[in-house]
């Protein structure tokens, strides 16, 4: 694999505004390192286990978004380093997280993640469950997260039509949290969208976080 290459590549293509996560799940430490190396510093990991047994062996100014659905259990042990979680799909979720972070004296920074795909397997709030978790005086008293904005997952499909429109929808659940409870709120700015599929989409759309993994580090091997 051209890592390297791949990643220039890529960030070459994408807008300055633009952040891109490179989703290390699967891949050796070797391999982070020569992205690492070549300059990059944001990487993102779906498993728990597995970003916590990574962690330790990588440099310590490596960001590490987690992207994957997080189990309540697990967030003790990655709320001490983690940068972004980048999928907080639940009241209760986002409890555990504030209750770790001020464990560690950290306020973690989260996107709260939607579902936009057609696909029934994808995790993710609708914009009812958003609702209640942001009125919640609950939620308002949490000062162990800050919500940065959201996060969602296309359905995986070649029919770039209707992924647009689902990432259009992301835009479009952004702009509404935005302007009702966050419009005094310089930090709520991301929109996390597009993987190795659908990144131009996304990015077209409004997305300015993208996370790619395939197009950086080739095909996972399971
Ligand atoms: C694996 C994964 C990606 C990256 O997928 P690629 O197709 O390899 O680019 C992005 N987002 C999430 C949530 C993932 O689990």
């Known amino acids: 694999m051209h890592i390297q290459e791949n990643l220039e590549k890529i960030l070459n293509t994408i807008p300055p505004h633009v952040t891109l996560v490179a989703v290390s799940k699967t891949r050796p430490p070797e391999d982070i390192l020569e992205a690492y190396h070549a300059g990059h510093k944001i990487f993102g990991e779906n498993k728990a286990q597995e970003l916590i047994s990574k962690q330790p062996e990588l440099p310590d100014d490596i960001q590490w978004h987690f992207i994957g659905h997080l189990q309540r259990n697990k967030v003790k042990y990655i709320a001490p380093f983690v940068s ?3 999928s907080a799909d639940s009241f209760r979720l986002l409890r555990e997280i504030n209750k770790e972070a001020l464990k560690v004296n950290r306020r973690i920074d989260c996107l709260l993640q939607f579902h936009i795909a057609t696909e029934e397997t994808k995790f993710g709030l609708d914009m009812e469950e958003a609702k209640e978790i ?6 308002s008293k949490f000062e162990g997260i800050r919500i940065r904005g959201v996060m969602g997952m296309a359905t995986f499909t070649d029919d770039k039509d209707k992924v647009a429109t689902e990432f259009k929808s992301l835009k479009n659940i952004f702009d509404r949290l935005k302007s009702s409870y966050f419009s005094d709120k310089d930090y709520f700015t991301f929109i996390s969208g597009g993987m190795s599929g659908d990144y131009p989409v996304a990015i077209r ?7 790619v993994g395939t197009d950086i ?3 996972r091997q399971y």
């Open 84 to 86: 972004m979680i980048q």
């Open 134 to 139: 942001l009125d919640s005086r609950e939620f």
């Open 205 to 211: 759309e409004g997305c300015n976080i993208i996370r």
């Open 217 to 219: 580090f080739g095909e």
